[in-house]
């Protein structure tokens, strides 16, 4: 049986059997899956923190969270991290995970802050492959001393 190109509801052809009861009970059932992704709850996934190339990269005693939704196809996830005295930075820029793979695109999909004592900086994020992003500043990519050196207790 054929799906609609979108949502993939299920629709008869004209040389399928005649069952309107059936055929209505797919479409109903495909709709309301369908529908039911547009009131989504934050869900909580474990992110990966990695690096371009380096070594020793690790949380330590800091916090790194994350948190996602769906609607529809559209994916909005968030990650938190904040800075132990034992994180260690590692040398290179950063990547997180995401909750699921997106296609790799080269625009800005998200925004976002470091906070470093009372000053804040402004990020910008963008894929840089499947299921990993980054973070941009102008002054390139986000790392152990870009914009600034971290401190404990500094925040993302």
Do not use: C, F, K
């Amino acid at each position: 049986m054929p799906t609609t190109p979108i949502y993939g509801l299920r629709t008869p052809e004209l040389a399928d059997a005649n069952n309107v009861p059936a055929d209505m009970a797919l479409l109903a059932q495909g709709t309301e899956n369908a529908l039911s992704s547009l009131s989504p709850s934050w869900s909580s996934y474990a992110v990966a923190w990695s690096q371009s190339d380096g070594t020793n990269l690790s949380i330590g005693n800091g916090t790194l969270e994350g948190r996602w939704m769906q609607v529809g196809r559209l994916v909005h996830a968030s990650v938190s991290m904040g800075r132990g005295s034992t994180t260690n930075l590692g040398s290179a820029a950063w990547m997180w995970s995401m909750p699921v793979s997106a296609r790799a695109w080269t625009m800005v999909t998200g925004v976002g802050w470091l906070a470093r004592g009372g000053s804040e900086y402004p990020l910008t994020v963008r894929p840089v492959g499947p299921g990993r992003v980054a973070a941009l500043i102008p002054s390139g990519r986000l790392s152990n001393n870009n914009p600034v050196g971290w401190a404990a207790g500094d925040s993302l």
